[in-house]
Each structure stands twice: as C-alpha cells, then as structure tokens.
Antibody
Framework: QVQLVQSGAEVKKPGASVKVSCKAS????????ISWVRQAPGQGLEWMGW????????NYAQKLQGRVTMTTDTSTSTAYMELRSLRSDDTAVYYC??????????????WGQGTLVTVSS | DIQMTQSPSSLSASVGDRVTITCRAS??????LNWYQQKPGKAPKLLIY???SLQSGVPSRFSGSGSGTDFTLTISSLQPEDFATYYC???????????FGQGTKLEIK
C-alpha cells in the first residue's frame, strides 16, 4: 500500500538546522509531488511548500523563503525538508504528504506519521 | 496570500445531528477547496477534494459544496468517530501558497 514513513523526533538548539526525511513506498515515486505541512503544539496546520518528485521544482511558503529547502532522492524514494536558523516558534510536528493526483494537485493522500521537532536552548 | 476563514471555530453536537462547517476564502478560488479531518495525535485525513469530490473510503455522510469564495462541509448524521477537528485548505495557486483554515473543533454535546 502507499505509505510515507518519516524520520524520528529531533531536539535542536536555536540557530541550528534540522533535516527531516520522508521515505515513500507502494507507488512510483516520481509520479507524485510531496508537500510539507507543520503544526505547532495546539495550533492549526501550516503549509510549508511543495516539491515535484519528477523534476525537483519547488514552491515554498513566503514566510519560510530563504530558510527552507526541499529535496528528493529518487534512488531511494525519499523526500527531505531542511529548515535552517531554527527559532523556538519552529517547534512543531512536521508532516510530509503525497499529492493525491499527479505531480501537483494541491490535496494530499496519504500523509506521513509526523516528526516532532523541538527547538529549545 | 489567500486567507481562509472557517466558522465556527468550535461546535458541540450530538450523535445523529446534521452539522455544517463553513469556509470562506479571501478571494475567488473556483473549486480548489479541500477538507481534512484530524484526530488528536494523528495526521490529517483527506475527506473531500475539489470542493465536492469524496475521497475513496470516506463515508457518504460527508459531503462538500460551494465555489468561488464560500464553501461548506456537511456531515449528515454524526457518528461517534466523527468528533475531531476539521480543516479546509485552498489549492488555487502554488505560487500563492496552499493555505489552511484555522480549524473547527467538533465536540460531543
């Protein structure tokens, strides 16, 4: 079955970087884009950006431009999200999610299980 | 950015009730509107895409409607497993970002 499995929880200090992985299985990786969504504790969902697994094109949320980089490794069917210059308000659960239809449908199924990133001194 | 506003922010209802949640976009987004359900500690689950298309495996008591700026999610007869938080999300333009509404928490009365 189609599945996304994310890397484990991380604890980082302010100013550091974090790289979260999302390994896909059960489908042709290059046929569907991957988006990243985060959720701060007790808060709503925030769209972070999208990457085409076909050609590596990206779109990032304006507020994260310059701090976030999304990449893919087609040889291992894995997507990555790196966030730099971490601040306390980056503490959140980070989700990867597959585009339901084609490379960039804008709606997501399935989702990864989430990765908690805690930023604390 | 396109802003999405859901109402109400929270809602108490009983099993068997018909419930409607509203989502309004700050500009026209045609039918590029999706709905998700999220339970505590779990990833969101796609319910409705393209305003009114039911995701495979989702019960038919869930339905979506609307276009332009105003959209609704309706649950025709609430079941115990439906108590959760619901989010709308616009997918109109990737360059503008795919924003979510603030969520509607549906609680048991």
């Amino acid at each position: 079955q189609v599945q996304l499995v994310q890397s484990g929880a991380e604890v980082k200090k302010p100013g550091a970087s974090v790289k979260v992985s999302c390994k896909a299985s059960g489908y042709t990786f290059t046929s569907y884009g991957i988006s990243w969504v985060r959720q701060a504790p007790g808060q709503g969902l925030e769209w972070m950006g999208w990457i085409s697994a076909y050609n590596g094109n990206t779109n990032y949320a304006q507020k994260l431009q310059g701090r976030v980089t999304m990449t893919t490794d087609t040889s291992t069917s894995t997507a990555y999200m790196e966030l730099r210059s971490l601040r306390s308000d980056d503490t959140a659960v980070y989700y990867c999610a597959r585009e339901r239809d084609y490379d960039s449908s804008g709606y997501y199924y399935p989702w990864g299980q989430g990765t908690l990133v805690t930023v604390s001194s | 950015d396109i802003q999405m506003t859901q109402s109400p922010s929270s809602l108490s209802a009983s099993v068997g009730d018909r419930v409607t949640i509203t989502c309004r976009a700050s500009q026209s987004i045609s039918s590029y509107l999706n709905w998700y359900q999220q339970k505590p500690g779990k990833a969101p689950k796609l319910l409705i895409y393209a305003a009114s298309s039911l995701q495979s495996g989702v019960p038919s008591r869930f339905s979506g409607s609307g276009s332009g700026t105003d959209f609704t999610l309706t649950i025709s007869s609430l079941q115990p497993e439906d108590f959760a938080t619901y989010y709308c999300q616009q997918s109109y333009s990737p360059t503008l970002g795919y924003t979510f509404g603030q969520g509607t928490k549906l609680e048991i009365k």
